[in-house]
């Protein structure tokens, strides 16, 4: 059996009209159950294989999609379109494109009329359509976009017509712009908050520097901590750092990879931003102290880091142990204002600083509320 009704001579082919009409929610169920038999298009088993394909795409598609074809001009539809234009159930598949249209036909068949003519797309922008919403008839502003269908033979058969609807992608710019003036809010209040954090440890380190090259070295190293704890903050979104990995970054350029001078123990649980700047500041200066005078600065030497959530606060412990006898440092450096008061100012905690004879112990306590819910 052949048929010429979908616009070529065509053999049944072995695609069928189930295959064409998979999926394609209210709009591909009607598809499937509607009896072709006697329509302008025949049986689908029939239908070119250009109109299949469409179909499928079609169907398939979340952008608001019709196409008529032939010279009945039958439209199929999907379901973004018969939202978007409020279509009533009843309007069965394969409905003429004058009636599928009503009212909008006058302004829609000369553009496609055009498009069969020419075989160039057309765009049609910023055009007030009559539509249907919630069963009541009403205006709305759209772009519609039309492309030429050929048959099996090449020759112009169909058109397609995407929609787009102009209030929807105004509120999707919206949203766009807000997103970026929050990014860029955001920024700003990072930019400011590292600058400070920057200018402290450059005027600090300035104080207890001995020369310009001591001030460079020191200057640098410390900036380097800084730039470990952004690292890891930007591989997560700027949402937080777990604590091990923190520790773990901060310690990677004093211990090194496989020798067994570092520990770390605790839960799970990740700082926030602000938490984790202050933190690994604290942390390289801890490291720093530890490789020149401490625990590090030995073969033998050992550093035990570990935390734990008490009674809603966070603890962060720094011990030594293996190291040679501690004393007191007689010039209070950058370094001593990190342990004593910028992480525990800036996380509104406490700091327990001691220099115990057989190794330096630090233990930071602040608010359970620098840590990031959910992890």
Not at 186 to 209: D, P, V
């Amino acid at each position: 059996m052949t048929s010429e009704r979908a616009g070529t001579l065509c053999r049944p082919n072995s695609i069928g009209s189930k295959a064409a009409f998979l999926g394609g929610g209210v709009a591909g169920e009607r598809l499937r159950q509607h009896d072709w038999s006697s329509g302008p298009l025949g049986p689908p088993a029939h239908w070119p294989h250009t109109l299949q394909s469409m179909t499928r795409i079609l169907l398939g598609s979340h952008q608001p999609m019709v196409m008529w074809w032939g010279k009945e001009q039958a439209c199929l539809w999907n379901d973004a379109c018969a939202a978007l234009l409020g279509l009533a159930p009843p309007l069965p598949p394969g409905t003429p494109a004058a009636r599928f249209w009503g009212q909008n036909w006058d302004r829609v068949a000369p553009l496609a009329q055009e498009v069969l003519a020419t075989g160039e797309p057309v765009t049609d922008r910023h055009r007030l359509m009559s539509i249907e919403a919630e069963g009541h008839p009403a205006s709305r502003f759209l772009t519609l976009s039309y492309s030429m269908l050929t048959n099996d033979d090449l020759l112009p058969f169909g058109i397609l017509c995407t929609i787009t609807d102009e209030a929807e992608v105004a509120a999707e710019q919206r949203r766009q712009d807000e997103r970026m003036h929050f990014i860029m809010r955001e920024l700003a209040h990072r930019s400011k908050n590292l600058l400070a954090i920057i200018l402290s440890m450059a005027g600090q380190t300035a104080r207890s520097a001995t020369s310009v090259p001591d001030f460079t070295t020191r200057f640098t190293q410390r900036l380097q901590g800084l730039s470990h704890s952004h690292d890891l903050l930007l591989q997560r979104d700027w949402r937080g750092v777990t604590m091990r990995e923190l520790a773990e970054r901060q310690l990677q350029n004093f211990v090194a990879e496989g020798v067994n001078r570092a520990s770390y123990s605790g839960p799970d649980v990740m700082v926030d931003p602000k938490a984790a700047q202050n933190i690994g500041l604290a942390l390289h200066e801890l490291a720093t102290n530890a490789s020149k005078h401490g625990a590090l600065s030995t073969p033998d030497g050992r550093v035990t880091i570990s935390w734990a959530l008490t009674d809603g606060r966070f603890q962060l412990g720094w011990n030594e142990s293996g190291g040679p006898p501690v004393n007191p440092p007689e010039v209070r450096g950058f370094g001593q204002v990190v342990l004593e008061r910028l992480a525990s100012d800036a996380l509104e905690g406490e700091v327990k600083l001691d220099y115990a004879p057989d190794g330096l112990n630090w233990l930071l306590d602040i608010p359970r509320s620098y840590l990031v819910d959910g992890h």
